[in-house]
């Protein structure tokens, strides 16, 4: 087979896959504008009179893309008439951000020491790292909440807060981001007397601008749709975050779905729209696949 048969078929199919997984998102944001009628006559399988009368025996859903009338009413529904919305909206980013910003300075830290210090041991504590990392998240709960209960924690954010602060991924992440520094930097900052907080502040951070926005941006997408953690940790009602609350928002109104759903998904598409540059130059440096 020729190579340019081969490249189209290879276009068609990743248009395809494309396609096949952006189509929930664009029936999730064009569905936003219906309303609540249009909504409840499209996805419900219950026979009405008229569908008995006119001889239909089974009913399936139907799944439009285009509202007969446009409206904003479902996000007014969401955003005015919903105040839990909002207030298990903050409690999302009272989870995400503290872990966002301590995951990062923590594995900055932790992947500059990895790099710039001659351990003996270092090549073992690293690979301890990894084998940490690459365990599912459910072998890890059960010894995360025994020490949130010897802490006293365990129905708080703190208990959901610390652990992914001290995630072995972002050290991972950011340490192989170091490796492409060049050690001539750090021979020739080292000459002119710098000493390692100079280098750091001075020579590392700014080589890591693409690495750091890239653990960024995995972090705040992780913990901004964590669910099992925030289930096992916070009992208290108003105290959980929006991606738990999101599976049972529909149980009052089935149309403010889909705008609680686009408001939800905001925040993470903007993040990767705006830096995807960065995400894929700071994966590409880390050398992951």
């Not at 504590?125 to 020490?147: D, K, R």
Request: net charge negative; proline share 5%.
């Amino acid at each position: 087979m020729k190579p340019k048969i081969i490249e189209k078929i290879s276009f068609v199919i990743l248009i395809f896959t494309g396609i096949l997984f952006l189509f929930p998102l664009v029936v999730t944001f064009t569905n936003s504008f219906m309303t609540e009628l249009e909504i409840s006559l499209n996805y419900t399988t219950k026979l009405s009179f008229f569908d008995l009368y006119a001889g239909i025996k089974e009913k399936m859903i139907d799944m439009n893309l285009i509202p007969m009338e446009a409206t904003l009413g479902q996000y007014y529904d969401t955003l005015v008439n919903q105040p839990t919305f909002i207030l298990l909206l903050i409690n999302s980013l009272k989870i995400t951000l503290p872990v966002v910003l301590g995951n990062v300075v923590i594995s900055l830290l932790t992947a500059y020491g990895f790099t710039i210090w001659k351990w003996k041991y270092k090549d073992i504590i690293f690979l301890v790292y990894i084998i940490v990392m690459l365990m599912p998240l459910q072998a890890v709960l059960v010894p995360n909440y025994i020490i949130a209960d010897q802490l006293n924690i365990k129905e708080s954010y703190l208990a959901i807060i610390l652990p992914g602060i001290f995630s072995p991924f972002g050290t991972f992440l950011l340490n192989q981001s170091m490796k492409a520094i060049p050690n001539e930097y750090f021979e020739a900052a080292s000459v002119d007397g710098a000493n390692p907080v100079y280098i750091f502040f001075h020579i590392v951070i700014p080589q890591m601008k693409s690495g750091i926005a890239a653990l960024i941006m995995l972090t705040f997408i992780e913990y901004w749709n964590l669910v099992e953690q925030a289930v096992i940790f916070i009992k208290d009602y108003y105290l959980e975050p929006l991606s738990v609350y999101l599976s049972r928002i529909a149980e009052g109104k089935v149309g403010i779905i889909f705008a609680a759903s686009c408001i939800y998904m905001f925040l993470p598409l903007w993040f990767l729209l705006m830096g995807q540059e960065n995400l894929e130059k700071g994966i590409e440096l880390s050398g992951m696949k």
